[in-house]
């Protein structure tokens, strides 16, 4: 399977290695070193995933991130120069699914870009068709979409009367995960492995932060929550009663 990736970087020289280096792995990637350039390829193109450098031109890689949030949920690598927690907090905070360090090695940059293009399609032929449901929240396995239904909503044919939840590809993850096993508590590990494809130690907040991105769109609060509750000590569980269809 040929991936498509699109690599915003201004380091004209490290792109022009890494697209050579990448292609014998069945990875086209399309190389553009100003931000309003990679947005406007983006926007025209249909790439699987984007590596996305930090420091840029014009604007910030943060910047960009969250412009591409506002049309895109098309999963995010973020190249930081530093590599410190800080920024891999924000860019997550933002929206990325993964980061990786600068200098990289390449081999680990295809492993990464294999492993997050892996974790947006997976189980979805296995899975057509089905939807877990929750009151008005509704997760749809097949379309890789989440949202609110209206009230007033009750059939297929009222199916565009709702709110959709724009979630990234971590966060619909996290979510399908909770509402497959609602009831269940949920240790990081096991949140961690529907997450596969991003870096974690004990210094990384990455679960935690997935999980406060992902309460606020579905608004709810932590402190009386109707779906996500903190197991301290543990992880999270998923207390709203789920329904299966399909």
Request: glycine share 6%.
């Amino acid at each position: 399977m040929t991936i498509q990736a699109l690599m915003i970087d201004d380091d004209t020289r490290l792109a022009a290695l890494t697209k050579q280096y990448v292609e014998p792995f069945g990875i086209e990637l399309e190389t553009k070193d100003r931000p309003s350039l990679g947005l406007e390829a983006l926007k025209s193109g249909s790439f699987q995933v984007v590596v996305l450098d930090l420091m840029l031109p014009e604007i910030d890689g943060f910047q960009v991130l969250k412009k591409i949030r506002e049309f895109s949920e098309v999963p995010v690598i973020m190249l930081t120069a530093r590599g410190e927690l800080t920024d891999r907090v924000v860019g997550l905070e933002l929206g990325a699914d993964d980061y990786l360090p600068k200098p990289f090695e390449p081999r680990e940059l295809v492993a990464r870009l294999q492993a997050l293009v892996r974790r947006a399609s997976r189980e979805t032929k296995a899975s057509s068709g089905v939807k877990l449901k929750s009151g008005r929240l509704v997760l749809d396995r097949n379309m890789r979409e989440a949202w609110f239904a209206d009230e007033a909503s009750q059939s297929e044919a009222q199916a565009s009367a709702k709110t959709a939840l724009q979630l990234t590809t971590s966060e619909f993850a996290a979510l399908e995960l909770l509402m497959m096993k609602a009831g269940e508590s949920l240790d990081r590990d096991q949140i961690m492995e529907a997450l596969r494809g991003i870096e974690w130690d004990a210094t990384n907040r990455v679960i935690d932060i997935t999980m406060s991105r992902l309460r606020q769109k579905l608004g709810d609060d932590p402190k009386n929550p109707h779906f996500i509750k903190t197991i301290w000590g543990t992880g999270y569980a998923f207390i709203a009663p789920v329904e299966s269809e399909g």
